[in-house]
């Protein structure tokens, strides 16, 4: 019963560096989600996909990229990071209302 | 754009007590509205939600409520115990799939 496993759990960048976060789900849920965490500032939309093969921009889309891979996957990619990446990353699943989050990923980007 | 209002940002309570949350939101589409709790080092958890078409909702020692003419919506913890301690966050909808969340609460439940 893993329900959303998020890879990998701590990441430590140079500034430039790019780099793959991976998300997977196990519950057959169609849409999947990037949020990041920064204090004070709550959780924040980078990229959705509403179903397999699609993907739409949310509140904080600069700098990032995303692969609907299959129904079970989503990832995030940072091209070039930059230390205003520094942050937790969370992907989360759904089907209609409520996510399910993953346990997070810690980056930091020096 | 729209924005979902958070507060307080800190509440300790002492163990046994109740705590309330409050949440005030800015988009009168949004139709539904889920609460997060989230420990540490781990992701938000879902404890308890409700739709636009419901006043209240309870679950055990966990309630929210809604006042859709208010915009705001409030989670209530009764008789709270030191595993409540978390922050906690509120959303709400923002279209079909999206959410917009407040900035969290840290409860602290003191023994």
């Known amino acids: 019963n893993a329900g959303v496993t998020q890879t990998p759990k701590f990441q430590v960048l140079k500034t430039g560096q790019s780099m793959t976060l991976q998300c997977a789900q196990d519950?057959?849920?169609?849409?999947m989600y990037w949020y990041r965490q920064d204090p004070g500032m709550g959780l924040r939309l980078i990229y959705y996909?509403?179903?397999?093969?699609?993907?739409d921009k949310g509140e904080v889309p600069n700098g990032y990229n995303v692969s609907r891979l299959n129904k079970r996957e989503f990832s995030l990619r940072l091209e070039s990071a930059a230390p205003s990446q520094t942050s937790v990353y969370f992907c989360?699943?759904?089907?209609?209302?409520?996510?399910?989050f993953g346990s997070g990923t810690r980056l930091t980007v020096v | 754009g729209e924005n979902v209002e958070q507060h307080p940002s800190t509440l300790s309570v002492q163990e046994g007590d109740s705590a309330v949350i409050k949440c005030t939101y800015s988009?009168?589409?949004?139709?539904?509205f889920p609460w997060y709790k989230q420990e540490l080092g781990k992701g938000p958890q879902l404890i308890i939600d409700?739709?636009?078409?419901?006043g209240e909702k309870k679950d055990q020692r966990i309630a929210v409520t809604l006042n859709k003419t208010a915009k705001h919506f409030s989670l209530h913890i009764t008789e709270t115990q030191p595993e409540d301690s978390a922050v906690y966050f509120c959303?709400?909808?923002?279209?079909?799939?999206?959410?917009?969340f407040g900035t969290g609460t840290r409860l602290k439940v003191l023994a």
């Open positions: 989360a699943s759904s089907e209609v209302d409520g996510y399910t």
């Open positions: 519950m057959n849920h169609n849409s």
């Open positions: 996909s509403a179903s397999e093969g699609t993907t």
């Open positions: 988009d009168s589409a949004s139709n539904y």
């Open positions: 409700i739709r636009s078409n419901v």
């Open positions: 959303a709400a909808s923002k279209g079909t799939y999206k959410y917009i």
